[in-house]
């Protein structure tokens, strides 16, 4: 009886393929992976560094947006002839039905006075911190906080707030 080799040589073949990959398919497969996540790695950090950086550009130009209503807002109280409301060294201005805390016809650097103007808290990502007449905003999660934040100086005498960003460690 003649054997078909066709047969055989094709069982011999699905016998094979079946019993799994070999050492050498699986040092080329993790070696393509090994590159890949070496290539992807640093861009998802960027990436990260880019989201912090954004959200602090955001929130500063939110709080220049807001002092600028505010004084606004002031400027218009005082060509209405109300009086004790804004003056030209401290009152209150209503914005949205809060009373927001002035001085020097802008918003004080302090949570009555500039967070109020802007609504931004630190449940937004933020650790906020106060001085003497300034307020401070850090972006939770940069890798140097004190480097990576938005810093609002209340405004002097006929002038404007000194709003600045750092982004040097974000």
């Known amino acids: 009886m003649k054997r078909n080799t066709s047969w055989a040589s094709s069982y011999a073949w699905a016998r094979r393929s079946a019993a799994g990959f070999t050492l050498i398919e699986l040092v080329i497969v993790i070696t393509i992976v090994g590159i890949l996540a070496a290539v992807a790695l640093p861009r998802f950090v960027n990436l990260q560094r880019d989201a912090r950086i954004s959200k602090a550009q955001s ?17 218009v109280d005082l060509a209405q002839g109300y009086t004790g409301v804004c003056t030209s060294s401290a009152g209150q201005v209503n914005m949205d039905g809060a009373l927001v805390a002035m001085v020097n016809r802008y918003p004080d650097a302090s949570s009555t006075g500039i967070d109020i103007a ?30 990576c934040r938005i810093t609002y100086t209340a405004a002097a005498a006929n002038q404007a707030p000194l709003i600045t960003l750092d982004t040097s460690g974000c």
Request: glycine fraction near 10%; hydrophobic fraction near 40%.
């Open 118 to 147: 802007s609504q931004v808290s630190a449940a937004e990502g933020f650790t906020i911190t106060q001085g003497t007449g300034v307020r401070t905003y850090d972006v939770v999660g940069a890798s140097i906080p004190s480097q």
């Open 59 to 75: 929130i500063m130009g939110t709080i220049k947006a807001a002092a600028y209503l505010a004084k606004a807002r002031c400027e």
